[in-house]
């Protein structure tokens, strides 16, 4: 009973710690994922030149293809050498939604595309990649998840409005003004 005890104990803490993977760590996984998908496009070639172009997460996508060919077994060489893979990273950033005063939807997005030239001057067009995750964090944690050294991985914090702020609160101010000029012109008359 007292290990069960102990281990609860241990536990509860631990579980209270637990911080949601920043937006640079999802940022890995999605490139990971594409740099997979790329290779798996190009397991018929054994060697093959890749060309990333610039980006402020090309350096994310370079690691990740990389690594991703290198477990496939393609070998890359140097820029100017045939087959050779041109990427360009099209759509890659985070955004946040307000979901109430407490939560927030968090946005991961990320797009690229992949073009293959041969030797011979054939151009081979591989399907767009796309992909957006989200989850939801409390506005407390979003300090924690963004790294404001990298651009691609902050947004702006939207700020939650709700029904008191964005149709009560005016129509009450709007409604009372109506009232003020009323009293104002039947004290007027009189």
Same mark, same amino acid.
């Given at each position: 009973m007292n290990v069960i005890l102990a281990f609860c104990c241990w536990l509860v803490p631990c579980m209270a710690q637990l911080t949601p993977a920043s937006n640079l760590e999802r940022f890995q996984v999605l490139a990971d994922s594409f740099a997979l998908d790329l290779c798996g496009q190009l397991q018929t070639y054994r060697s093959v030149s890749i060309i990333v172009e610039p980006h402020p997460a090309r350096w994310l996508a370079e690691h990740a293809i990389v690594s991703q060919c290198a477990i496939a077994g393609i070998v890359l060489l140097a820029k100017d050498t045939f087959p050779r893979v041109h990427v360009a990273l099209l759509d890659v950033g985070v955004s946040y939604e307000a /979901?109430? #005063?407490? =939560? !927030? =939807? =968090?946005l991961l997005r990320w797009g690229a595309v992949?073009? /293959?030239r041969l030797a011979n001057g054939q151009l081979v067009a591989f399907p767009p990649w796309q992909r957006v995750e989200s989850d939801t964090l409390p506005y407390s944690l979003l300090g924690k998840v963004d790294h404001p050294g990298y651009p691609f991985t902050t947004a702006p914090v939207p700020q939650w409005h709700s029904f008191w702020h964005t149709i009560a609160e005016p129509a009450i101010a709007l409604v009372t #003004?109506? !009232?003020i000029v009323l009293l104002l012109f039947a004290l007027r008359t009189r």
């Amino acid at each position: 009973m007292n290990v069960i005890l102990a281990f609860c104990c241990w536990l509860v803490p631990c579980m209270a710690q637990l911080t949601p993977a920043s937006n640079l760590e999802r940022f890995q996984v999605l490139a990971d994922s594409f740099a997979l998908d790329l290779c798996g496009q190009l397991q018929t070639y054994r060697s093959v030149s890749i060309i990333v172009e610039p980006h402020p997460a090309r350096w994310l996508a370079e690691h990740a293809i990389v690594s991703q060919c290198a477990i496939a077994g393609i070998v890359l060489l140097a820029k100017d050498t045939f087959p050779r893979v041109h990427v360009a990273l099209l759509d890659v950033g985070v955004s946040y939604e307000a /979901l109430s #005063g407490e =939560r !927030v =939807r =968090r946005l991961l997005r990320w797009g690229a595309v992949a073009t /293959l030239r041969l030797a011979n001057g054939q151009l081979v067009a591989f399907p767009p990649w796309q992909r957006v995750e989200s989850d939801t964090l409390p506005y407390s944690l979003l300090g924690k998840v963004d790294h404001p050294g990298y651009p691609f991985t902050t947004a702006p914090v939207p700020q939650w409005h709700s029904f008191w702020h964005t149709i009560a609160e005016p129509a009450i101010a709007l409604v009372t #003004g109506g !009232v003020i000029v009323l009293l104002l012109f039947a004290l007027r008359t009189r």
